[in-house]
């Protein structure tokens, strides 16, 4: 099923190859909230090629508050299939390929690492890219690196925000349009310093004898370069 005894990787680049994914949740924390909708599109040479979108039972009350943000009530999900039966369909869906998605390094793979060790005993081992991250490495001059300000940004449509489908694919647009922000050309007209051995944007980070410029592809990539 794809699943693992570690987690993949966090990767800072753009792939042809990929699947997106997003979860509606009853809550913002991974400990002890459960996932009511997941969506998911296939994209492959940069093209949609199929998507995956099903609400879930999480066997307990929504609250109000979620409801307000997802627009998701307990009678629409009362029908639906609990998250063990949705998780193993997700993960045939998925198969081995990268996924992508907006914040999921901290938030919705959490539920997903969460959930496939309490009904599968291993995890997922699928390497990923947020685009959060990569926004924050290809446009450190944004204040906010939301998905919706992204979207507008690039002009992309906001309709349909906080459903998982239709901000799978938001996002899908929005990690094209970043791919754009990788060109080293771009990347200097923003005042961004460029990694000498890979192209991608170094940081200036603190280490033990002062700061230096780390490149943002690290582990794959260990470059660093000393600040003049």
């Given at each position: 099923m794809g ?24 809550g ?7 996932v009511?909708e ?40 009362k029908d639906a299939m ?5 998780l193993?369909d ?5 198969g ?18 969460r959930?496939?060790?309490r ?7 699928n ?8 926004a ?7 204040k906010?690196?939301s ?7 690039y ?12 901000d799978?694919?938001?996002?899908q647009?929005?990690?094209?349009c ?5 060109d080293?050309?771009?990347m ?21 004898y ?19």
């Amino acid at each position: 099923m794809g699943l693992s005894i570690t987690t993949g990787k966090s990767l800072n680049k753009y792939l042809t190859d990929y699947v997106v994914f997003d979860l509606e949740t009853t809550g913002l924390s991974t400990e002890i909230e459960d996932v009511i909708e997941v969506s998911a599109i296939k994209v492959v040479n940069g093209e949609i090629v199929d998507e995956f979108s099903t609400l879930v039972n999480p066997q307990r009350p929504i609250p109000k508050v979620a409801s307000e943000v997802n627009n998701i009530t307990d009678s629409m999900v009362k029908d639906a299939m609990p998250f063990d039966v949705v998780l193993k369909d997700f993960i045939g869906f998925i198969g081995n390929m990268t996924l992508v998605g907006h914040n999921i390094e901290r938030f919705d793979l959490q539920f997903i690492y969460r959930d496939c060790m309490r009904y599968f005993g291993k995890t997922l081992g699928n390497d990923y890219v947020d685009t959060l991250k990569l926004a924050r490495s290809y446009r450190p001059d944004l204040k906010s690196r939301s998905l919706g300000v992204l979207a507008e940004l690039y002009g992309i449509s906001t309709l349909g925000a906080h459903r998982a489908l239709a901000d799978c694919k938001m996002n899908q647009k929005v990690y094209e349009c970043l791919a754009n922000e990788m060109d080293p050309e771009v990347m200097v007209s923003r005042g961004i310093k460029v990694c000498s051995k890979c192209g991608s944007p170094m940081k200036q980070r603190d280490g033990k004898y002062g700061k230096f410029y780390g490149c943002c592809a690290y582990p794959e990539c260990k470059n660093t370069e000393d600040i003049k």
